[in-house]
């Protein structure tokens, strides 16, 4: 097994130039701006040579690099050869920062009398998220929790925020021929036009109460 040695006083300059080198930025400010640290937290580890673990392990969290390379500089820094992982063009706005990885804000509202109300934000466990979802929102109804992609609108079979003369609500829709939908609502339904609703996002994921 190989080891690799670092320590509280070893590295640490190299690694924070490695560091400013993943995230394709310029300064040491930058990247205190990009962790929230302090500047003068900044220039006592690099003065004092004292090892970034937690700043290491966020960097390669946040852009794929590998942690060997960011930890010690050797091999190469996109992992192993033949990975399609490449993060030379990437700039610093598009880097994801460590909270939106791990447990992203997403909008959230309630709906309530045919209005949907918002309140904020709410953090939910990556795990839960779709990789794929573009515009999230979670949306609290009748004691249950709708993840919504606003993002999603061409109307197909499943479930649904939609817009009915001004009441928004969440509904099952089905898709018959003829550019016709079939809305349930509950225990009703009705037969209507596509374009006689106005379709806001899909639900990609529902949280029931117990």
């Not at 091999?75 to 990975?83: I, L, S």
Request: aromatic share 4%.
């Amino acid at each position: 097994m190989r080891s690799i040695k670092v320590g509280n006083d070893s590295g640490g300059r190299d690694a924070i130039n490695r560091l400013i080198q993943a995230y394709n930025f310029n300064s040491r400010q930058q990247l205190c701006d990009h962790l929230g640290v302090s500047k003068s937290t900044m220039a006592n580890r690099y003065l004092r040579d004292s090892f970034p673990a937690e700043w290491v392990i966020q960097c390669a969290l946040e852009t794929g690099l590998s942690l060997r390379w960011l930890t010690t500089g050797q091999g190469d820094k996109h992992g192993a050869p033949g990975q399609e992982n490449s993060f030379d063009s990437v700039t610093p706005t598009q880097v994801r920062s460590l909270s939106e990885v791990v447990a992203p804000e997403l909008d959230k509202a309630s709906l309530i009398g045919g209005s949907l109300v918002e309140h904020g934000k709410v953090i939910l466990d990556s795990s839960l998220i779709p990789h794929d979802l573009n515009n999230p929102i979670l949306i609290h109804a009748d004691n249950d929790a709708y993840l919504i992609d606003r993002a999603i609108t061409p109307p197909v079979n499943g479930v649904w925020l939609v817009d009915i003369d001004g009441i928004k609500s969440i509904v099952k829709l089905a898709r018959i021929p003829g550019n016709r939908l079939v809305v349930h609502q509950g225990e009703s339904s009705f037969e209507c036009a596509i374009d006689d609703i106005e379709v806001l996002g899909r639900a990609v994921k529902v949280i029931k109460s117990v």
